[in-house]
């Protein structure tokens, strides 16, 4: 029989990234934590599947070829039913180079490359818990 809790910390989470070893190593540390995760590799793809898959949290590159995830997460959130899906960006700029573009495109934190396995599961866990507990 399943928790209350197990059932909170599980999420669906949509991972963005068109560098797919960065992809795939997150979605397997989001997996460890039991979460399922989910790729994509464009910010089109990753429209599609976020409409597809109602994820509970994407986490989005910022710098792909023809569609940035800025783009990407606008397009994401005209939907309604993903307006309110939390988004982590991953950049490799510093937050001075960001310019708080992050946090006014939707987003709600960033994660700079590189990242620890650690930095990543703590923040997806951070961000879940705080959206499950504003229930």
Known sequence: MRSETDDRRKAIILVVDDEKPIADLIQKIL????HIAHTAGTGAE???RAAELKP???????TMPEMDGYEATQQIKTNAELK???????TGKSAQEDGGRAFAEG????VR???SNVQIR????LT?????DLG
């Open 113 to 115: 490359k590189p990242f």
């Open 31 to 34: 997996e460890k934590e039991g």
């Open 122 to 125: 703590d923040l997806v866990n």
């Open 46 to 48: 990753a429209v599609r």
């Open 84 to 90: 309110d899906v939390p988004v982590i960006f991953l």
């Open 56 to 62: 509970t949290l994407i986490i989005m590159d910022i």
């Open 107 to 110: 987003g709600v934190s960033y």
């Open 128 to 132: 879940l818990q705080s959206v499950f």
